[in-house]
């Protein structure tokens, strides 16, 4: 129809997208960059607002996740963390279990010594939350201290820059590195096994960060004193659609921030 030769240049699944709105508004979910959020679908966000978030993440729109499987939240819930689920995260008063990694990733097979035999980090870390010590307890502090530096570890993450922002991940695109061939999808899955400051992370961040890693075009830039009116109607190509239509489009063709198309679509929204 007229709708397709007005927007030609775009995907079918994005005109159909632009078109059929309203299902846009159950991909919100929090995380620390679109990436985290699109992999991890912990929290759904529902207003498209960072207050429904734990302290420290953002909302993002448009990811993957689907709200209607996930409850949305009643609290402001801390990140999660590695190991265990919420019925054992909660000690019998109420209070927050002590986790060996706050936070951070947990080396689960790394073998370490505890009270006289060998056990792996995995195990030390059962062991200390199955005797409901409670977090931030001076017990919980000891274990931390004792067994933190070899069995937690920060993650590798492939678009993490040096002022430790995180740029959006071109996940489908598939790049060759000394006869090596794989996406950035897979690179970035690799590279979780790996931590911060590794020479292996830092290698594939140099040299593969570059074709996989983009700042992602947002509707408002950089302007994060303001909130983005998601459902504010607009008109784009001819189709009627909403703010929301348009980061979906945006994020859909990878448009980079600092782009002209980029700065044509802000000026106009």
Same mark, same amino acid.
């Given at each position: ?40 679908? #912990? ?19 448009? !990811?993957?996740? #689907? ?9 402001? &819930?801390? &990140? ?30 790394? &073998? ?127 189709? !009627? ?29």
């Amino acid at each position: 129809g007229s709708g397709g030769q007005k927007n030609e240049g775009l995907a079918s699944g994005v005109n159909l997208a632009l078109e059929n709105y309203s299902s846009l508004q159950y991909h919100f979910f929090c995380g620390i960059s679109w990436t985290h959020a699109d992999e991890t679908c #912990d929290v759904f966000c529902p207003s498209g607002d960072r207050s429904d978030c734990p302290e420290g993440l953002e909302c993002y729109a448009n !990811t993957r996740c #689907d709200g209607r499987d996930t409850d949305s939240p009643t609290s402001s &819930p801390g &990140p999660t963390v590695t190991g265990g689920g919420a019925a054992d995260g909660l000690a019998p008063g109420g209070g927050e279990i002590c986790a060996l990694c706050d936070g951070a990733m947990l080396h689960e097979s790394k &073998p370490v010594s505890f009270q006289t035999q060998t056990m792996t980090c995995s195990e030390v870390d059962r062991t200390i939350r199955s005797g409901k010590i409670l977090a931030g307890s001076n017990s919980c502090d000891d274990a931390r201290e004792m067994y933190g530096r070899e069995c937690c570890y920060e993650e590798c993450r492939l678009c993490r820059t040096p002022d430790d922002d995180f740029l959006d991940l071109r996940s489908e695109r598939v790049v060759k590195q000394g006869g090596y061939e794989a996406s950035c999808q897979e690179i970035g899955n690799i590279l979780s096994a790996a931590s911060e400051g590794d020479g292996m992370c830092d290698d594939a961040r140099s040299q593969l960060g570059g074709e996989c890693c983009y700042e992602q075009c947002t509707l408002c830039g950089d302007n994060t004193d303001v909130s983005t009116e998601w459902y504010a109607t607009v008109t784009f190509q001819g189709l !009627t659609t909403t703010c929301l239509g348009i980061d979906y489009m945006l994020r859909m063709e990878q448009i980079s921030q600092g782009s002209e198309q980029c700065g044509e679509l802000q000026g106009a929204y």
